[in-house]
């Protein structure tokens, strides 16, 4: 079965300082990846994706992940972050065909201290 | 471009209740997905469907169904209400083209509780 692993369930970051959130996954083949942002009483929206190709990608609001095949990981990060960033990150794969839809983990509670 | 709405925003019903929720995509998107959202299980895949068949479905029971109509909107409807079905249920819409789930954007949600 799909997998996804985000180690960690919350993360506090001073503002201005760099973020980087974590997420694994286990499968043998490499699926695409995607990283969503949920701020309170708000749906999901998409940061960023990785399909093919360069495995260091840019999102919207800053942010950038990199994919490593042989880490299985694709870490989001964002150089400073600001008060508004602070909200549930996601990370999620599909597989193949999609037949079990999006996989997403857990998720990261960020926590932005003044 | 109007997004993805969601209708009622908030719903409550008793245990054994049938409750049916709603979705618009938003305007030329024919795929429309579901997922429920839970502290404890996460964001978990319901259905999928495509030009009103459903296409894809994760693990839920058959007390989940859905439908999709010919202008893509989307319905779905979970019977006989258990207590941990209290859930966010949202729903996405999707372009057609590209890889699986490409560019999902998703609705408010509507958070169900059941007494």
């Known amino acids: 079965a799909q997998s996804v692993t985000q180690p960690d369930i919350h993360i506090t970051v001073s503002e201005g300082a760099s973020l980087e959130l974590r997420c694994n996954y286990s499968y043998g083949a490499t699926p695409y990846l995607f990283w969503y942002v949920q701020s309170p009483g708000q749906g999901l929206q998409l940061l960023l994706k990785y399909f093919s190709g360069d495995t260091l990608v840019q999102g919207i609001k800053g942010f950038e992940a990199e994919f490593k095949r042989s880490q299985s990981s694709f870490n989001l990060r964002k150089p400073s972050v600001h008060w508004s960033d602070a909200a549930e990150y996601f990370c999620?794969?599909?597989?193949?065909?999609?037949?079990?839809?999006?996989?997403f983990g857990k998720g990261t509670h960020l926590i932005i201290q003044p | 471009k109007a997004g993805v709405t969601q209708t009622p925003r908030y719903l409550i019903k008793t245990r054994g209740q049938q409750v049916t929720l709603s979705c618009s995509p938003i305007?030329?998107?024919?795929?429309v997905s579901w997922y429920q959202q839970t502290p404890g299980q996460g964001l978990q895949f319901l259905f999928e469907y495509f030009s009103e068949t459903q296409r894809n479905k994760g693990n839920f029971p058959g007390r989940f169904s859905g439908r999709q109509f010919s202008n893509s909107r989307s319905e779905m409807n979970v019977s006989t209400l258990e207590l941990g079905d209290s859930a966010l249920y949202l729903c996405a819409s999707s372009p057609i083209g590209g890889p699986p789930y490409n560019e999902q954007f998703f609705g408010p949600g509507t958070r169900l509780t059941v007494l």
């Open positions: 305007s030329g998107h024919r795929s």
């Open positions: 999620a794969v599909v597989l193949g065909g999609g037949a079990d839809g999006l996989t």
